[in-house]
C-alpha cells in the first residue's frame, strides 16, 4: 500500500490538482466527467446527448432509444401531400457515437429506480447514472376518444401522429380515395404535441387533393374554439383551397363525441359525420416510462423547474420536449432541442459543482400551406415565477398581410430549419 | 519493478485524459443563449442551406443586423421578432460570442 501511496503523491506532484481525485472511486467518477444516461434519441434527447458532449467530452453519455431510426414527425405533413419521401425524414443517429463519443443503446427503458439512480431495460440491463435525463416524447390515448382504439388506428382510422407506418397508411388511404371524398381530421383539446400540426396537415391533405382529387373536401372536427396561427392558416385556406375545407369548433358541434370504424362515422354534439378517410388525433400524455417512472403529474404532465428542466418529482433527473410541462412553450421539435441546451448546461455544470448559466429559449415552428406558401410562429423564452415565460413584447406570428414572395421566403426557410435542426440534433 | 507497470498504466490515463481537461469550458450566460441560433443558422462546422452563417462573422457586422431587425430597420420574415426577446446588450454579447465561435 505504501508503494502505491509513494505513487500517488508521485503523480500529484507531477500533473497537478487532475490527479488528486485518483484511487477514490466516487470521485474518480466525477475525474471521469460523471455518467449521464438519456432516455430517449428524438429532437429532446439526442441534442441534449450531443450538447452535454460538446459542452465536455469528458462525461460519460449513454443514450438509450427504442427505435433503430428516427422518423420525425417534422415534415410527416409533407410526405402526405407528396412533397417529401419517408426517407427523406428518416435519419439514423450514428454520428451521435462517431463524431461525439455519445454511447448508443438499443434498448427500451422499462423502469427506473430514482433512489438508487438505475435504469432497466426490457433485456435485464442495468445502467446506472450520476444524472438522468428524460426524454420519451408522448403517449398516445387509445381510450381517449370512444370508439377508437389502437387496432382502428392500425386499420382505418389512423393517428399519424407518431412518424413512420401511420404517416404511410394515411397517405395510402387519401390515394385510395375516390375523386369528391371527405377527409375528416379530428384534432384534440390543449396540451397536445405539435399545436399547428393538425392545421398544416390538413393543408398538406388540400394541396394533395387539390393536385389530384379537386372535387373532394377537408372537414375539421375541432375539440377546440381557437387554434395555432388560426388567421393565418384559415386566410391562407381561402386564398390557396378556396371552398375545400370547413372548420368546425368544439362550441360548435366540432367536439368528437365518440367514432365508430365499421360506418367510418363520428358522433358530434350536433350529429353524425360521415368520412371516406379519416384521421383521429387522440389526447396525449409523456411517454410511458415517464408516467412508470413516477415523473408525472395527475394530468399525466411531467412538471419541471423552469430555470433547469430539472424534475419536480426526483432529484438528478431532467424531462424535457414533449412530456415536459413547458408553460408557454408549445410541444414542439425546435422547444425540444432548445430545452435540451439548458438540460445540457445544467447538467454538466451540476456534475463539475459550478453554477449553472441563465436560461433562455427559443421556439420557432414553420407550417407549409402550399409548398411556397411557409408561415411561422416564433418565441423567446425564460423562466419565471408561473414556469417557462415568453419575453414580453417578442416573438409572434407572421404578418397577416405579406406578399407572395415573403410567403415564399419562409417556405425555402421552412426547409433550411429542418436541414439545421437536423444537424443540431444529431450532428 | 513491480511499481512501474502501475505508473505507467496512471500515466497513460491522465494523457488520455488531458486533452479532455483542456477541452473543458466554463459555460456562460452568453455562450448558452448563442446555442439557440445553431438549431436555424448551423455551427462553425454546419451551415445551412438558406439562413446566413454567423459563426465567426464580425461582431459589429452581426449587432449592427440584429439592432436593425429588433427596430424594424431591416427587412426580415421573423429575426425581427426573435431580437425582441433580447436587451441590446444581451445582443451585443451575442454578437462578440458569436463572432469568436
Ligand atoms: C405531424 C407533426 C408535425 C410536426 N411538425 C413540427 C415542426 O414543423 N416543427 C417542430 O418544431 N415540431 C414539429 N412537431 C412536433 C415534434 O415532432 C415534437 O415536438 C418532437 O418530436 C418532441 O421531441 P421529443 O424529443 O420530446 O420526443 P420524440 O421526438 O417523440 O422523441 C422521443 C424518443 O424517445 C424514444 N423512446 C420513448 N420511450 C422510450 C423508452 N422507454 N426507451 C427508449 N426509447 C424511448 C422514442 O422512440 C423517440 O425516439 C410535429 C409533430 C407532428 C405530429
Redesign the interface.
Known sequence: MA??T??RR??LAA?GA??AV?GMPHIARA???GRVLVIGGGFGGATAAR?IKL????IEVTLIERDPAYVTCPFSNYVLGGIRTIEDITHRRDPLQQRYGVKLVHGEATAVDTNARRVRLKDGTQLNYDRLVVAPGIELKYDGVPGWNEQAANTVMPHAWKAGPQTLLLKKQLEAMRDGGTVIVAPPANPFRCPPGPYERVSMIAWYLKTHKPRSKILILDAKDAFSKQGLFMGAWESQYPGMITWIAGKDGGKVESVDPKSMTIKTGFGTEKGDVINIIPPQTAGKIALDAGLAEANGWCAIDPASFASRKAAHVYVLGDASIAGAMPKSG?AA??QA??VA?NV??SLRG?Q???????N?CYSLVTPEYGI?V???YRPGPQGVAE?P????V?PVRADAA?RK??A??T???Y???I??TFG | MRRLPYLVAVSAALLAAAPVFAQQRNISDTALAAQTCNVCHGSASYVSPTMPPIHGVDATTLFTALTEFKTDKRPYTIMGRIARGYSDEQLKALAEYLSKN
Do not use: L, M, R
Not at chain 1, 459542452?55 to 469528458?58: I, K, S
Not at chain 1, 413584447?393 to 409572434?396: E, F, K, R, T
Open positions: 508503494k502505491q509513494f505513487t508521485h503523480i500533473t487532475a490527479a485518483i475525474q471521469n466527467g450538447y459542452f465536455d467530452p469528458g425546435t432541442n432548445s441546451k439548458v448546461a454538466v455544470s459550478t449553472a448559466p441563465a436560461a433562455v429559449y427559443h420557432t411561422s416564433t418565441g423567446t419575453v413584447n417578442s416573438g409572434g407572421s415573403f421566403s419562409e425555402e426557410h426547409a433550411g430549419w436541414a439545421g435542426i444537424a443540431d
